[in-house]
């Protein structure tokens, strides 16, 4: 049994983010190849966002304590527990090392023991290898994933009398996200108007996420459109745009992590294998996600966000090759064979 052990305060939301969705990709993964697999929580009772996932098995513990006594393989999503284990334990670490000091002083607390370190970047691999003062070739990767869902969704054929290029910002309402870096994009002059913007609510969940909703919806440029929470529902979300932005903001100052640093961006690669142009910030592990659509633009500099916008717009949308070769990258299957390698060897 290979069980991933969800330890974060809040519920695994369904859509909320890219560790969630990476996780119940990886349990599906598993399941559909007939190796057991499930999601144990923490401190949450059956309020755990077990009612998103109806397929998958979800198991809650009250303490960490509990971890010791069981015989599965445990794989900790982000946040490792100083406990001992019964078998060798995993920490798959899909963010970027805090800066707040008593969750430094933890993480080295739940990392003395004998955990094997997971990333999801060369990029974040680099940043944890200085954190923890570890060999750079001590730690391993495996990549996130678009679902096939993603690759498999037709797109909607364009109307001839429409000259809109639709765009659409689906991370977090959140700053570091780059929210207001797309809003102040918007005022550029060369910001053209058949430029037609969507903005999902994914991450209303929190108090910023529902006070940046509460103004995108008397926005009069924006189309505010509920989230997804489902790979199905998400592609074909995806599907109606020509554009995806990813404006992350390495400028931003977040209480727990310090500067943001995006390590991977599972939305660019998911936006790409539905035949979406991704226009990204050139920072972190976000230039690592190129499937043949990606577009880099200078971090936090809402010009040159219009400048990547406006080349994306210039080369038409994804033809069918491109679209072809670029569902062959970040696949699902492959996480997933990377993830089984490095337990096996373990």
């Known amino acids: 049994m290979i069980s991933f052990v969800w330890s974060d305060p809040l519920p695994i939301y369904s859509g909320r983010g ?94 003395s023991g004998d955990k094997t370190i997971i990333v999801n970047s060369r990029f974040s691999a680099k940043l944890w290898s200085e954190y923890l003062s570890v060999p750079l070739n001590s730690i391993n990767i495996v990549y996130p994933f678009a ?50 913007v969507s903005v999902t609510t994914a991450g209303n969940q929190t108090e ?34 020509q554009i995806v932005v990813m404006p992350s903001d390495p400028n931003f100052w977040t209480d727990l992590f310090g500067y943001w640093r995006e390590t991977f961006g599972m939305i660019s690669i998911e936006a790409q294998h539905a035949g979406c142009y991704v226009v990204a910030s050139d920072d972190g592990g976000l230039k690592e996600t190129d499937c043949g659509g990606l577009i880099l633009f200078e971090p936090g500099n809402s010009y040159s966000l219009t400048l990547g916008i406006q080349k994306a717009a210039s080369v038409g949308s994804f033809s069918n090759k491109q679209r072809k070769e670029a569902v062959k990258h970040f696949t699902r299957a492959e996480s997933v064979n990377a993830l089984l390698a490095i337990i096996s060897l373990s």
């Open 18 to 111: 890219g560790s969630e969705s990476f996780t119940i990709g990886h349990v599906h993964e598993l399941l559909e190849r007939g190796i057991d697999a499930r999601i144990i929580t923490v401190g949450l009772g059956e309020k755990d966002g077990r009612q998103f996932f109806k397929d998958i098995p979800f198991y809650s513990i009250a303490s960490v304590k509990e971890l010791g006594k069981l015989n599965d393989t445990l794989v900790f999503i982000s946040r490792p527990q100083a406990v001992k284990t019964k078998i060798k334990s995993f920490v798959m670490l899909h963010t970027q090392p805090p800066a707040e000091p008593s969750e430094r002083a933890r993480l080295k607390r739940a990392f």
């Open 208 to 241: 910023d996420g529902r006070v940046i909703e509460s103004f995108l919806r008397h926005h009069p440029w924006i189309n505010v459109i509920d989230a997804t929470h489902t790979p199905e529902d998400t592609a074909k979300l995806f599907a109606k745009f």
């Open 147 to 196: 679902d096939p869902a993603f690759g498999a969704v037709k797109r909607p054929k364009k109307r001839l009398n429409s000259k809109a290029i639709n765009i659409l910002y689906a991370a977090r309402l959140t700053p570091e996200k780059g929210i207001f870096t797309l809003l102040q994009a918007l005022h550029h002059p060369n910001f053209k108007d058949n430029y037609k």
